[in-house]
């Protein structure tokens, strides 16, 4: 069930980087006609920066340095414009994917490889101010859309949206894939959003596979459609930078203003592996990668710039800083240090447990017994 030109769909630029906004996308003009050269060129910038950082971390993996790593080629413009749609008073909550979201928000990547390499339990510090209001991610599918419900409850209890302050009101935004639309926690955390008009926008990003379920045996339905029995609900061309910014822009609005939750559904594809224990041959046909090729994020941004007089030079320093940022990332990968025995006690519980300290004392003395003092 590959969606990509029903009525309601809100697309602006056309696969060959023409801007030809849908009949659907025309409420969103404005939002899309108030974007600078500066912020359109920022955009493009992201998406190159993200493919050749997943790109390093992929291979990363496949040379032993990672244990897992959850590829986003193919979904750059679905993350990338609906970041940017975030105000810095919002609140993030991915799911495991949504590097460069992560990215744009201030987190350093390098948090993420060290939660994919094992070093973390979680990766950053979610109260820190420099990680821009961006939870942890989520690999548990579709619970991170209760916390972010529950957090939206929060801000209706403590009067933090709907002031009409757009410099204070808060909005909360959750991403999730189209397998974890399946979950109950994804219709439950919905049913509470809707009955306390939580400020949570629903963000679904649509890659059309699930491991190796497709979505058309998922549902029957437009999985937007699903969304749209608790509240409004918007079919975006996930492919589409614009198109995604400009929805995602709306929708937060929306929440903010404390006209209750927004969901959408940004139609995208997966072109790698679910994760690199997984392998799509199995399961997906080359004609179907292909055709999704065709609508490449990136190369239907570059064209749409280049249309607008970006330069060649342009694109030159864009391609040498996304190799520069991927090189520092494998050089600060390979010089992490490895973390001591007791971060597994650390943050167990949230005060001293004598357990901890008993069990972290049988460990110490477990290696002692070893020749050399380690196990």
């Keep these: 069930m590959t969606r990509t030109n029903t009525p309601g769909l809100v697309r602006v630029l056309a696969a060959d980087g023409t ?15 108030a974007l600078s050269d500066a912020q359109l060129e920022q955009f493009y910038h992201e998406m190159v920066i993200v493919r050749g950082f997943d790109r390093e971390a992929t291979n990363l993996q496949r040379q032993g340095q990672l244990a897992l790593w959850p590829p986003s080629f193919g979904q750059e413009a679905a993350q990338v414009g ?7 008073q919002d609140t993030l909550f991915p799911s495991y994917r949504e590097h460069v979201v992560a990215k744009i928000r201030g987190v350093d990547v390098v948090d ?24 942890i991610y989520t690999l548990v599918l579709g619970s991170q859309t209760l916390h972010a419900a529950g957090y939206g409850m929060g801000l209706v209890f403590d009067g933090k949206c709907g002031t009409g302050n757009v410099d204070t009101d808060e909005a909360v935004m959750v991403y999730y894939g189209d397998g974890s639309s399946s979950q ?8 509470f959003a809707a009955s306390y008009q939580a400020p949570t926008v629903f963000f679904m990003q649509n890659n059309q596979w699930a491991i190796s379920v497709p979505v058309s045996r998922q549902s029957r339905t437009p999985l937007h459609e699903r969304a749209a029995g608790y509240m409004p609900s918007f079919e975006v061309d996930g492919n589409d930078v614009l198109a995604s910014y400009a929805v995602a822009r709306f929708a937060l609005d929306e929440a903010r203003a404390g006209r209750g939750p927004q969901a959408i559904e940004a139609v995208t594809y997966r072109r790698g592996a679910h994760t690199t ?6 399961y997906r046909t080359k004609a179907e990668e292909e055709s999704w090729a065709e609508r490449d994020p990136i190369a239907r941004m570059r064209a749409f710039l280049e249309n607008r007089g970006a330069t060649t030079e342009f694109f030159e320093s864009v391609e040498e ?10 050089r600060r990968t390979l010089e992490l240090p490895n973390p001591g025995p007791e971060l597994m006690f650390d943050h ?7 357990l901890m300290v008993e069990q972290q004392q049988w460990l110490a003395e477990y290696e002692e017994s070893f020749e050399g003092g380690a196990a």
């Design 19 to 33: 801007f030809a906004p849908t009949e659907a996308a025309e409420q969103f003009r404005p939002i899309i006609d």
């Design 321 to 330: 800083e996304s190799r520069d940022f991927s090189a520092a990332i494998r």
């Design 82 to 88: 609906s970041a940017f749609a975030a105000r810095s």
């Design 277 to 282: 224990s997984d392998d799509p041959t199995k």
């Design 184 to 191: 109950g926690d994804v219709h439950e955390a919905m049913v």
């Design 112 to 135: 993420i490889i060290r939660l994919m390499r094992g070093l973390s339990h979680g990766g950053w510090d979610p109260t820190d101010p420099k990680n821009g209001n961006t939870r």
């Design 348 to 354: 167990v519980y949230t005060d001293d447990h004598p």
